[in-house]
């Protein structure tokens, strides 16, 4: 009788050490996200958080991972930082999740990891490729491709080389996302011969006004222009800059203008536009199986072709299953590490190579450099970083 006592004394012992894996129980793995689904980047974040949600059904209704069904709640920060703040005390301890994913915004991680961190809550693909992402506990932390700073550098130098670029500026929120990008386009010009880095520009993530900072970067002489704003607002800047006839000017964006929505503007005002990302655009791939399935799949969903903010939330959702997968049903934090640092596969959607391992949390690291042609991304280079 004490024999069995004691044995199911440590089965208990087990099972609650088995119940203390925040968002997760033996039926559910709780995931979380806060995003903007209102302010100036909801264009990244509506789609993304819909074909997340997509894989995830399909995941669930076949069984789950393990048994256990995937339950994603998101909250919306509209691009407001104290916002995002609530709503990761909101998600982290009333919610429990188990890891955050795909939640947007450079400041609004930073602000959000302060009460991630304390409760070992990893910070998986957040939509922003700042350095500062994969700063912190290594086991917290996991990105899906190259930086803004290494994208805009080398897009930045490509266009420098093949266009013969002297004088560059930028045009900037200043904030750690477009802080970022300034500084890779100070330091980008810095190390070349024969470029100077002139000036620069700072706004609201609201403003919808570029006439007299456009007129003052002509003045100056610039010749590129990176630019680190909200989707509507770098619209707003190229189309200016066309009305103004300032036609000479070339115009580069991060990752985070790399959108479709920015190349089907209507009247090719943001033609000859160019970008540097850590993938590539989904309409001149739809020769690929995989992509038109999925294209195919999201339109009959949505009744909309997917755009980038959709491309990046399946992929970072399918990295995501794979992950959990592979941890096993015995689901922690230490084998969903183990999982994460496992992963090694082509992503057809994205257009990359998803690779990590220990010591290395960031993904794909490949840059494309593209351009916007005929309405549409046009793929013109290519960089692998280290």
């Known amino acids: 009788m004490r024999k069995t006592l004691a044995a199911l004394a440590a089965l208990a012992i087990a099972g609650g050490a088995s119940a203390q894996t925040r968002g997760v129980t033996d039926d559910e793995i709780v995931i979380g996200g806060f995003h ?29 991972i393990h048994g256990r069904q995937i339950r994603y709640i998101v909250e919306d920060h509209g691009y407001q930082v104290p916002r995002a703040a609530q709503a990761a005390n909101k998600l982290v301890n009333r919610d429990e999740v188990f890891a955050m994913l795909l939640s947007l915004g450079t400041p609004h991680n930073l602000a959000a990891f302060r009460v991630m961190d304390p409760n070992n809550v990893p910070s998986v693909f957040p939509l922003t490729a700042a350095r500062q992402m994969l700063e912190g506990p290594e086991e917290l932390r996991y990105v899906a491709t190259a930086s803004y700073y290494d994208a805009v550098r080398a897009a930045t130098g490509f266009l420098i080389e093949s266009e013969g670029i002297e004088r560059v500026c930028s045009m900037y929120i200043p904030s750690d996302f477009g802080e970022e990008i300034h500084m890779a386009t100070v330091d980008e010009a810095g190390d070349t011969d024969g470029v100077e880095y002139l000036t620069e520009t700072t706004h609201r993530p609201d403003e919808s006004d570029f006439t007299g900072a456009l007129a003052r970067l002509r003045e100056e002489g610039c010749e590129l222009i990176t630019v680190a704003l909200t989707i509507r607002p770098t619209i707003t800047v190229v189309a200016t800059a066309k009305q103004m006839g300032w036609d000479d000017a070339r115009f580069l964006v991060s990752s985070a203008g790399f959108h479709t929505a920015v190349a089907k503007v209507p009247g090719g005002v943001t033609e000859g536009l160019y970008a540097g990302a850590g993938w590539q655009d989904l309409e001149a791939r739809m020769d690929t199986p995989e992509v038109a399935e999925w294209v195919a799949a999201m339109q009959e969903r949505t009744g909309e072709f997917p755009g980038t903010g959709a491309l990046l939330g399946r992929s970072a959702a399918e990295a995501l299953i794979r992950a959990l997968e592979e941890a096993g049903p015995d689901l922690t934090l230490e084998s969903f590490t183990a999982a994460m640092e496992t992963l090694n596969y082509d992503d057809a959607i994205a257009g990359n190579r998803m690779e990590m391992g220990p010591g290395d949390h960031a993904g794909a690291t490949e840059i494309f450099i593209s351009q916007i042609q005929d309405g549409g991304w046009v793929l013109i280079d290519s960089v692998e970083t280290e």
Not at 36 to 64: H, I, W
């Open 36 to 64: 903007d689904l209102s302010g100036g980047f909801a264009a990244f974040s509506v789609p993304a958080v819909e074909a997340a949600n997509q894989l995830f059904e399909e995941v669930n209704a076949a069984g789950g």
